[in-house]
């Protein structure tokens, strides 16, 4: 097969992935457009270029305490989040890759079946349940059922990369001295880290954009993370839809950083398994 031949056959997908590219990338760049308008040249030329490119919506948001305080909140519950989701599920996994112990497999279907619990059915018992505990208004009360709801995938994650790991690697640590616990902190974390990374990048993202949880937990102000700001400036700018745009686009620029960052960590995290030989 010519290269000219192969080139042709891969055409619908080139077409295929621009149409997707462009689907995701017009809506973002309509709004950092938007952000450097003005309300008015806003509704009178909405997709045009900015006449006058006005930077003060985006100046004046980032020079505002309240916007770094959200962002500050946000990054404190994503890395708890993420260090608790995957240390606790690093320790699971590994306890259901490599120990057979009667009762393991339906322990593990019932992590699973976590995947298919919707939090909307939870809202109402674990807002009581934080409230009892006292941490509502409290960084804690997010932190803790978001690493909870977390644990299913990630341990399915781990576990599958865990059980790859030749068993040979752990009788020789064996022979040589090394415990169950040393082989795991020693030997097998280290080389997990592509689908640690990949996990604690799926923690991070999620984390991000959660919107509910922290709407239920938090009623000061003093906590709120950046999806729950945006909702609010949106309702106070109501009738300023450029800076509300502006808003928009600064609150997804640190996800959008961190994630171009690790892009490469994540696809290689979830690819790993399928080449390991």
């Avoid at 923690?203 to 999806?227: E, H």
């Amino acid at each position: 097969m010519t290269r000219r031949t192969r080139g042709v056959r891969a055409l619908p997908l080139h077409l295929i992935l621009l149409a997707v590219g462009a689907v995701m990338a017009v809506p973002l760049l309509y709004a950092v457009l938007s952000g450097f308008k003005s309300t008015d040249e806003l509704s009178r030329n909405p997709f045009g270029l900015p006449e006058h490119w006005l930077a003060g919506n985006y100046t004046g948001i980032l020079g505002s305490g309240g916007f770094w305080r959200l962002v500050g909140n946000s990054t404190l519950i994503a890395v708890g989040t993420t260090v608790l989701v995957v240390a606790v599920s690093a320790l699971a996994a590994f306890s259901f890759a490599r120990f057979a112990f009667r009762g393991r497999e339906v322990l593990f279907t019932v992590f699973t079946m976590g995947l298919m619990f919707p939090f909307a059915v939870a809202a109402l018992p674990l807002f009581l349940l934080l409230r009892s505990l006292g941490l509502l208004d409290n960084p804690l009360g997010v932190i803790l059922p978001q690493a909870a709801f977390g644990l299913p995938m990630t341990i399915i994650i781990l576990r599958g990369f865990f059980r790859q790991i030749p068993g040979e690697l752990e009788e020789a640590a064996t022979l040589d001295g090394c415990s169950a616990f040393g082989f795991f902190w020693r030997i097998l974390l280290p080389m997990a880290r592509p689908a640690l990374g990949t996990v604690s990048v799926l923690a991070v993202v999620t984390s991000w954009n959660n919107f509910f949880l922290p709407l239920l937990v938090f009623t000061d102000s003093t906590w709120w993370t950046l999806p729950i700001g945006v909702q609010q400036f949106q309702g106070q700018y109501s009738a300023e839809y450029a800076r509300v745009f502006a808003y928009l686009v600064l609150a997804m620029v640190p996800a959008l950083a961190f994630y171009s960052v690790a892009e490469r960590q994540l696809v290689g995290g979830l690819t790993a398994g399928a080449t390991k030989g």
